[in-house]
T-cell receptor, first 111, second 113 residues
Framework: DTAVSQTPKYLVTQMGNDKSIKCEQN?????MYWYKQDSKKFLKIMFS???????INETVPNRFSPKSPDKAHLNLHINSLELGDSAVYFC??????????FGPGTRLTVL | KQEVTQIPAALSVPEGENLVLNCSFT??????LQWFRQDPGKGLTSLLL?????REQTSGRLNASLDKSSGRSTLYIAASQPGDSATYLC????????????FGTGTQLKVEL
């Protein structure tokens, strides 16, 4: 009964490829997020969706495209992967402005 | 632009010691402040959330305080245990909505036997 789950846990791919990361939450929350943790362990928000509507879109290359098919899911698609995209990507969810609950992360390695 | 700093970056203490982790932020217009812990290779676990109108929150051996006007928060851990070893992150949400967490740089804590 995992609260926020992500797949895959690890993703190794070549430069130039397109990949997707999936996130699901079973907490009934209305807001979901994507964060990126770089090699120095610094966490930064990328996107946020509320009831399937994009509400936060930080300065992220347009190769990154989030998609929310419903309130419980927020997927992240990345086109034309670059070396600098290597990081750990975390999904999170919250009810309005309450506590955010994080998934276990997806470690993306671009070769 | 909000900047969040945590001092020290790393801390090693013997088991049983009480300790304080510090967090400072540059813009006092916050909605709330949250403390998380992150274990190696794992996600973040929420520890405490302090609303901007509150001064402190307690959960078990953890106590977090907030002084919004000075841009500071502390996380007090009583009677530390080896299981407390982790990276501790503070994060602030700006007032005005959006629930966008701005994270600090983290304090890596090691509690030794």
């Amino acid at each position: 009964d995992t609260a926020v789950s992500q797949t895959p846990k690890y993703l190794v791919t070549q430069m130039g490829n397109d990949k997707s990361i999936k996130c699901e939450q079973n907490l009934g929350h209305d807001t979901m997020y994507w964060y990126k943790q770089d090699s120095k362990k610094f966490l930064k928000i990328m996107f946020s969706y509320n009831n399937k509507e994009l509400i936060i879109n930080e300065t992220v290359p347009n190769r990154f495209s989030p998609k929310s098919p419903d309130k419980a899911h927020l997927n992240l698609h990345i086109n034309s992967l670059e070396l600098g995209d290597s990081a750990v990507y975390f999904c999170a969810s919250s009810q309005a402005s309450g506590t955010q609950y994080f998934g276990p992360g997806t470690r993306l390695t671009v070769l | 632009k909000q900047e969040v700093t945590q001092i020290p970056a790393a801390l090693s203490v013997p088991e049983g010691e009480n300790l304080v982790l510090n967090c400072s932020f540059t813009d006092s217009a916050i909605y709330n402040l949250q403390w998380f812990r992150q274990d190696p290779g794992k996600g973040l676990t929420s520890l405490l959330l302090i609303q901007s109108s509150q001064r402190e929150q307690t959960s078990g051996r953890l106590n977090a305080s907030l002084d919004k006007s000075s841009g500071r928060s502390t996380l007090y851990i009583a009677a530390s245990q080896p299981g407390d070893s982790a990276t501790y992150l503070c994060a602030v949400v700006p007032s005005g909505g959006g629930n966008k967490l701005t994270f600090g740089t983290g304090t890596q804590l090691k509690v030794e036997l």
